[in-house]
């Protein structure tokens, strides 16, 4: 693979790498040139950087040249919930079974392919990568509620930049197994992939792992029955965005996620009639990237969560302050 030199001129100094590399036409768009930083494959002056960087007059930046594939989206006519859309982004609330975007198992039927039916390949971000244009940030197939989308690049990256600056509140609704005894906590813990199993992730403090906080307040709890050891409805707060860290973190402080097949003691008749995961992205604020707007969501849980908690109802111990406020205003 071939090397190439660039020599930031006067009007690029001060101009962050991935956007100086792809107006230099060093790339094809920003994302490449953001995803061959991330790869350590972009030298400023011998050094490794970060996409962030800003490079100044005269510093000689050193770049791999990139084989970059042409990818073939097919659009599908896939139903979306919109609840916020405008020309820079939109707020969907993700279904059940959706998956975010195509990958070896599950090439077609994703939101990446219901957006580019809707928008076109070319009028969304590519932030992460051509092949999954529209996404900023995802959420777990089986996991429901809100998720933000981006049409442009500068969009997608100002808002992975606010979510990677803990400026978008993200809090997810999760029904737990057994009671948690304080009212609320937080789990700082790293997470990497399980090498056993090259699909799951785990707690481990290993070189590969990454930085994971999860908060989380007691909404209700549940008294214990024969087949079960009671529940506790809990709001989750993500700091960071690893893989399954919500499913991952309440694993790690022994109260899976009911209906976890992944990461739960998946017993049939403590699962309240779930087939997936009682995991849903309720709350979401940001400060719009373009307009400034301070936008808000609250998305209420689908009718299969609902149902789990209306098995749960005269086994109530109380709610908390807390929890009272929330689910008052969910309309539960």
Request: aromatic share 8%.
């Amino acid at each position: 693979m071939s090397s190439f030199v660039h020599i930031v001129t006067p009007v690029e100094d001060g101009k962050r790498l991935d956007a100086l590399l792809a107006d230099a036409g060093c790339y094809s768009s920003r994302s490449v040139a953001a995803r061959q930083i991330e790869e350590g494959k972009v030298f400023v002056n011998g050094l490794t950087v970060s996409k962030s960087c800003k490079p100044q007059i005269g510093d000689a930046v050193v770049y791999e040249e990139v084989e970059e594939k042409v990818f073939a989206l097919a659009g599908e006519p896939i139903d979306l919930d919109i609840r916020y859309e405008d020309k820079y982004l939109l707020v969907i609330s993700k279904q059940a079974g959706l998956i975010c975007h195509p990958s070896a198992n599950h090439l077609y039927g994703t939101l990446v392919n219901a957006l580019v039916y809707r928008y076109g390949h070319d009028n969304l971000a590519h932030v992460q990568g051509e092949e999954r244009p529209g996404i900023v940030h995802r959420l777990d197939g089986d996991t429901t509620g809100l998720m933000i989308c981006a049409k442009d690049d500068e969009v997608g990256f100002a808002l992975q930049d606010a979510i990677r600056l803990k400026n978008v509140d993200r809090r997810y609704l999760a029904l737990v197994h057994g009671s948690i005894a304080y009212d609320s906590g937080e789990i700082d813990a790293p997470i990497a992939r399980d090498e056993k199993t090259g699909v799951s992730m785990k707690v481990d403090d290993g070189p590969s792992s990454r930085e994971a906080l999860t908060s989380f307040r007691v909404l209700e709890r549940f008294e214990a029955r024969r087949k079960d050891e009671g529940y506790t409805l809990v709001e989750c707060k993500l700091f960071t965005g690893r893989t399954h860290q919500i499913r991952v973190h309440m694993k790690y402080i022994h109260h899976c996620i009911v209906g976890d097949q992944t990461y739960g003691a998946y017993k049939e008749a403590a699962q309240l009639g779930l087939q997936r995961q009682f995991l849903h992205s309720y709350r979401l604020c940001f400060t719009h990237p373009v307009t400034e707007e301070e936008l808000a969501f609250v998305d209420a849980p689908p009718e299969d969560l609902l149902e789990a908690l209306s098995q749960l109802k005269d086994r109530s111990m109380g709610r908390t302050a807390y929890g009272q406020q929330v689910l008052e205003e969910l309309g539960l």
